[in-house]
């Protein structure tokens, strides 16, 4: 065997992967050019193996958990319905709007009823914010994403609602999140939950909503958030550091993947969930309803 | 018994997606070392390797029954590199110069100085050698896994591993500083 020839076997003898009966190691036996070579080389490729890498986090981030969670959301609405995602949805409301337009019916149709489940509906939870009385009967949980545009819509319309029922409804918000086609969903709601730990989660909350236009789907939304949480008071420094910390990250995934809902905004009231419209008379009609029960 | 990345993967595309969890927790070290030894950015690495776990869920309908998930997946990781570093200062040029104006020619190196130097020699190899390297030594790929996921023969595989550590060595004693420990062309007794 030539020297040239050997060159090829090499790489596969330093990194021991040589066949045992390789005609190159009895060239390197008899060649002393190829021995200095291997012996330069595989005190480099041994010294490889003690180049240093950092202990990387076992934790899947907020992102890599949205995804799964729509994933999951994307397969669930495959199995139930041929429809594409999100079109199920719209149809649903506006073929409501049509029905209660010829019907004169009220709008709330319990989905419990048409035997679709969604998990965690429950309300009074501790890690919930709520807004309202805490001793109110009754409870609107709202799941919601910072940069859906009917969630804006809805805003208004909730707030007259609680005023409305002062004392007898509260409302909880829970997150989530359609990162797919809402990339600034998540930054917005660790923005409210920063704003949360200096106590001020719902006017950020309500600030979201309200310029939701100027931020939604801009390259660096932190740049509006940060005025934003100046404009209420907020400690700047440490609204920043909270929007980016692990906490506030895990408290919304933790909401996002214990949930099933199918579009945003969605409102349950005593664990079911209701149907409404962004008027003040479709939420009268619900929460009426369960009033009565009490 | 524990299930094959294969057959998790199936599944995941089938719909189960707590299996990707297993997938996850068993190669996102791997993953994570490839971006890093690679780019010596750590926040980087990290987010990078989250970004191929969503890719894989992402394009999870093109994982066949033929389909490797190393060699798949590795090719999302090289692909997403490509698109993160495509526009930025080519990081090995930068090396070389800080490199250039810290080396230290007369000072022999202790070991673990020595390998932090080594690194970036590594670092400061073009691209394509620096990631035949780190697929070679580091990832525990066969020379045909290597040559199917680089469109590559296998011969050219074994030929370009030797190339490249040979100029990692001698970036190495560029960097370094050090005497050639080795000259080929004065044969020396191993």
């Known amino acids: 065997m030539r020297c040239e020839e050997a060159d090829n076997h090499i790489a596969e003898y330093v990194a021991g992967r040589l066949a045992a009966d390789s005609p190159f190691r009895n060239h390197l036996a008899e060649c002393a050019r190829c021995r200095t070579e291997v012996r330069g080389l595989t005190e480099i490729w041994t010294d490889l193996d003690e180049v240093h890498v950092p202990k990387v986090s076992a934790v899947m981030q907020p992102r890599l958990l949205a995804t799964i969670a729509e994933t999951k959301l994307e397969i669930s609405n495959s199995r139930r319905t041929p429809m594409p995602y999100l079109i199920k949805p719209i149809l649903t409301v506006l073929l409501s709007t049509a029905a209660a337009w010829f019907l004169g019916h009220s709008l709330v149709q319990p989905l419990h009823e048409a035997g679709i489940t969604v998990e965690r509906p429950a309300a009074n939870n501790p890690d919930d914010h709520y807004r309202g009385d805490a001793n109110a009967p009754l409870t609107l949980v709202e799941y919601g994403d910072y940069e859906c545009p009917p969630c804006a819509t809805y805003n208004p319309v909730v707030n007259e609602v609680l005023k409305r029922y002062a004392g007898q409804v509260k409302l909880e918000y829970r997150h989530f999140a359609m990162t797919r086609i809402h990339p600034n969903a998540l930054l917005a709601a660790a923005a409210a939950e920063a704003a949360g730990k200096q106590g001020h989660y719902w006017e950020m909350h309500d600030l979201l909503l309200s310029g939701q236009q100027r931020w939604a789907k801009q390259d660096n939304p932190e740049q509006f958030f940060v005025p934003m949480a100046a404009s209420i008071g907020l400690d700047s420094n440490k609204f920043l550091e909270d929007l980016r910390g692990p906490e506030v990250q895990a408290r919304i995934v933790k909401q996002m993947a214990e949930t099933n809902i199918q579009a945003v905004p969605a409102f349950f009231i005593n664990g079911h969930q209701i149907q409404v419209l962004p008027n003040i008379e479709s939420f009268v009609a619900a929460i009426d309803v369960e009033l009565k029960k009490k | ?190």
């Open chain 2, 1 to 190: 018994m524990e299930l094959t990345d294969k057959t998790l993967m199936l599944a995941v595309k089938a719909g189960d997606l707590d299996q990707f969890g297993v997938l996850f927790q068993r190669h996102h070290n791997a993953i994570f070392a490839f971006f890093y030894r690679m780019t010596a950015d750590a926040s980087t690495s990290e987010d990078l390797t989250q970004e191929v776990f969503i890719r894989m869920l992402k394009y999870r309908n093109t994982f066949g029954e033929d389909s490797d998930l190393r060699g798949w997946m590795y090719q999302i990781a090289r692909n997403l590199r490509a698109d993160h570093f495509r526009h930025r200062v080519p990081q090995a040029a930068l090396l070389q110069e800080i490199q250039a104006d810290h080396a230290s020619p007369s000072q022999r190196l202790e070991q673990k100085e020595r390998v932090a130097v080594l690194h970036q020699a590594l670092l400061a190899l073009p691209e394509d050698r620096r990631e035949l390297l780190i697929l070679a030594r580091y990832e525990e790929m066969k020379y045909e896994q290597i040559a199917a996921l680089l469109s590559i023969e296998v011969g050219a595989v074994k030929v370009r591993v030797h190339r490249a550590l040979r100029e990692l060595r001698e970036m190495f004693f560029k960097m370094s500083g050090e005497e050639t420990a080795c000259d080929v062309k004065k044969p020396t007794t191993i």
